[in-house]
């Protein structure tokens, strides 16, 4: 009935892929989103928030409400910059980078599942396609 409709099938991609996801990252207690978050940030430490909530496309308020999360399991801090108190850096604590590497690798190896199961070729192609729709519609 919908396998032609971009937003049915590109939803259930979404929550496939979600269930991929949450699976990885559940040993560290973090949900896909707050997961890609703190990686974001152990990648470029010292990251205002609204630059955050651009490279991962989403809303500042919910940039907010991720980072309360991750706060709250003292996976952050933020820090207010001198020359404007409004604007918040983000910095990953020691315990953050104390799980780097196996939230990386556990990232990694849904990836690598995922290429297996489509090809590399294609899984790049898909990933290449989905990126360039979603920004042709912002």
């Given at each position: 009935?919908?396998?032609?409709?971009?937003?049915?099938?590109?939803?259930?991609?979404?929550?496939?892929?979600?269930?991929?996801?949450?699976?990885?990252?559940?040993p560290?207690g973090?949900?896909?989103?707050?997961?890609?978050?703190?990686?974001?940030?152990?990648?470029?430490?010292?990251?205002?928030?609204?630059?955050?909530?651009?490279?991962?496309a989403?809303?500042?308020?919910?940039?907010?409400?991720?980072?309360?999360?991750?706060?709250?399991?003292?996976?952050?801090?933020?820090?207010?910059?001198?020359?404007?108190?409004r604007?918040?850096?983000?910095?990953?604590?020691?315990?953050?980078?104390?799980?780097?590497?196996?939230?990386?690798?556990?990232?990694?190896?849904?990836?690598?599942?995922?290429?297996?199961?489509?090809?590399?070729?294609?899984?790049?192609?898909?990933?290449?396609?989905?990126?360039?729709?979603?920004?042709?519609?912002?």
């Open positions: 009935m919908f396998d032609h409709c971009l937003y049915f099938n590109t939803s259930a991609l979404a929550r496939q892929l979600e269930r991929e996801w949450a699976a990885a990252f559940q560290f973090l949900t896909p989103p707050q997961a890609f978050m703190l990686r974001a940030i152990l990648e470029q430490p010292g990251m205002l928030q609204r630059e955050l909530a651009q490279t991962l989403i809303a500042r308020p919910t940039a907010t409400r991720a980072l309360d999360g991750l706060e709250a399991r003292q996976l952050i801090e933020r820090r207010s910059l001198q020359r404007d108190g604007e918040l850096e983000i910095h990953p604590t020691a315990q953050a980078l104390a799980i780097k590497r196996a939230l990386n690798e556990a990232s990694g190896r849904v990836t690598a599942r995922l290429k297996k199961v489509l090809g590399a070729n294609e899984f790049a192609a898909v990933v290449d396609k989905v990126r360039d729709t979603r920004s042709a519609i912002e």
